[in-house]
């Protein structure tokens, strides 16, 4: 399954993008409303996936990516993988609801950023929830890949501070990328018997 940001289709009254502010964006997004298209997929075991395609316009889209690109303090972290230091293959920021217990993988602990320090990403997390009504999100991990070599791995955002059933939203902005989900094998599956 592919994730993506469709960018077909024009806003009927596009700004010309020398005149387009950050204002200018939160306008067009407050006025927008996602196409009624939602594919939904039954994962079974109660799990769904919900793809909503081109939830933005264009030019919100891109004035969001320009944003992230220039704005948000990117870090690449040396994390732990199997006994063995390397580092991150991408860049990332991490945001959280103050108060929220401190994320840690592959021992590594990112700074937790206030959702204050980013005013445009409130822009975006509510552009989410209406997307997605009924959604509730208390963190952003930003990921940027800035070349076809960086990625992030197979992996489970299983951490107990998302609780025992997590959500997640992901929002691609830029470069289609391949978006691949896989079943997590139970214990009694992962397990070899031997006689």
């Not at 939160?26 to 939904?40: G, L």
């Not at 994320?103 to 822009?123: C, I, N, R, T, V």
């Not at 076809?148 to 902005?173: C, K, N, Q, R």
């Amino acid at each position: 399954m592919a994730s993506r940001l469709r960018l077909s289709g024009e806003n009927p009254n596009p700004r010309p993008r020398s005149n387009y502010t950050p204002d200018a964006a939160r306008e067009d997004a407050a006025e927008w409303k996602p196409e009624a298209r939602r594919e939904v997929t039954d994962l079974g075991d109660g799990s769904e996936l919900v793809h909503v395609p081109r939830f933005v316009p264009r030019e919100v889209a891109w004035e969001w990516f320009d944003y992230l690109d220039k704005r948000i303090p990117w870090v690449r972290p040396t994390i732990r993988v199997f006994g063995r230091s390397a580092v991150q293959p991408r860049d990332i920021c991490y945001v959280s609801d103050e108060g929220l217990t401190d994320l840690k993988y592959s021992g590594h602990q990112p700074h937790a950023h206030s959702w204050d320090e980013f005013p445009m990403l409130k822009d975006i997390l509510k552009a989410v929830h209406e997307a997605l009504p009924g959604s509730h999100f208390n963190s952003l991990l930003l990921n940027r890949y800035k070349t076809g070599s960086d990625y992030v791995s197979w992996h489970a955002d299983d951490e107990p501070l998302y609780g025992p059933t997590p959500e997640i939203a992901s929002v691609t902005f830029g470069c289609e990328r391949e978006f691949l989900l896989r079943k997590k094998p139970t214990r009694s599956q992962g397990m070899w018997h031997t006689q």
